[in-house]
């Protein structure tokens, strides 16, 4: 059973919009969250983080929204842009010095 | 240095041979990870090291042997191993810092192909 859920494979957005990258999680103990991205070829990078004593972090241009009570978080780039194409991968875990569990990822595309 | 290196880059070997790859931080992290990633999938855990000491092992199979010989160096020696064992291999550390962010830093990975 998955305990982190990224239900769009897939994404494409037009260069200068708003992308918005959803994760469901099912473990109510997760209280610390955390987005990647991925280009091919090269390991996740750490893009940004959220504990559940927040419900929102930013970061320049990304966004992270926590809705505890819907066990969703959302990942938002303003604005969109080619060089931001990769995987995005959701991590969660339950706690300081608890491991992660990651979402199957999004593949981002940012078109020109 | 907020980097962590992982050699080699690529490697292929043969079910017989016994190889290892190597991982290095010199960020002062005391937590280092191997995970196992095949194509289209998300990383999939299989040893934590915390302060040198081995304290996750998730049901990797004895092919696999990791060794932290110190606080910066993460090895994993591999020997016998099968066709499907081919994937990306990364290696992450962590601070562990008490109440900071643990956010895990990846290296680039090593694509293993076993022929």
């Known amino acids: 059973d998955q305990q982190v859920k990224q239900n769009s494979p897939s994404l494409s957005v037009q260069e200068g919009r708003i992308s918005i990258l959803n994760c469901d999680y099912t473990n109510s103990m997760f209280d610390y969250f955390l987005w990647y991205k991925k280009y091919p070829a090269e390991g996740p990078t750490f893009l940004i983080s959220?504990?559940?004593?927040?419900d929102k972090n930013e970061d320049g241009r990304f966004t992270v929204f926590l809705n505890k009570s819907a066990k969703h978080l959302s990942l938002h780039i303003v604005p969109s842009q080619p060089g931001d194409s990769a995987v995005y991968f959701c991590a969660a875990s339950a706690g300081y010095g608890q491991n992660f569990v990651f979402g199957p990822g999004t593949r981002l595309s940012v078109l020109p | 240095d907020t980097e962590v290196t992982q050699t080699p880059k690529h490697l292929v070997m043969g079910m017989t041979n016994k190889k290892s790859l190597k991982c290095e931080q010199h960020m002062g992290h005391r937590a280092m990870y191997w995970y196992k990633q095949k194509a289209k999938k998300p990383p999939e855990l299989m040893f934590v090291y915390s302060y040198e000491k081995l304290s996750i092992n998730e049901s990797v199979p004895s092919r696999f042997s990791p060794e932290c010989p110190n606080s910066s160096l993460l090895n994993l020696h591999l020997h016998a191993l099968q066709p499907e064992d081919s994937a990306l291999y990364l290696c992450?550390?962590?601070?562990?810092?008490?109440?900071?962010?643990?956010?895990?830093?990846f290296g680039p990975g090593t694509r293993l192909t076993v022929l």
């Open positions: 959220i504990s559940s004593i927040k």
């Open positions: 992450a550390s962590s601070s562990l810092m008490a109440g900071g962010l643990d956010e895990q830093f």
